[in-house]
């Protein structure tokens, strides 16, 4: 059964962290392109972060640059987003989802499958 599952999620406080997981069953994650999404209420779905397969190249919204930071554990089948300085503008939902590397499209333009449960990351004082 192919799975993606996300973890790490909870209530932090303005400026704190949260590092996320994209755990993957049933098939191997470093011969996809990982995307980290999310949606908050109200909002539609954004792309936040992708690696890609082919040479770990990362892509990241202009919104998080500088402050999130996705990677990749082979050996554990996982993909991490690891989130600092966290903004109350960041809370949602965090979604990951899989992706096949195609000539003329990278990123978020890539077409997205395989989507996780998604884990709420709440950014609150």
């Known amino acids: 059964q192919v799975q993606l599952v996300e973890s790490g999620g909870g209530l932090v406080q303005p400026g704190g962290s949260l590092r996320l997981s994209c755990a993957a069953s049933?098939?191997?994650?470093?011969?996809?392109?990982i995307g980290w999404f999310r949606q908050a209420p109200g909002k539609e779905r954004e792309g936040v972060s992708c690696i890609s397969s082919s040479d770990d190249t990362t892509y990241y919204a202009d919104s998080v640059k500088g402050r999130f930071t996705i990677s990749r554990d082979n050996a554990k089948n996982t993909v991490y987003l690891q989130m600092n300085s966290l903004k109350p503008e960041d809370t949602a939902v965090y979604y990951c989802a899989t992706a096949l590397e195609r000539v003329g499209a990278r990123g978020f333009d890539l077409s997205y499958h395989n989507w996780g449960q998604g884990t709420q990351v709440t950014v609150s004082s």
């Open positions: 049933g098939f191997t994650l470093e011969y996809y392109v």
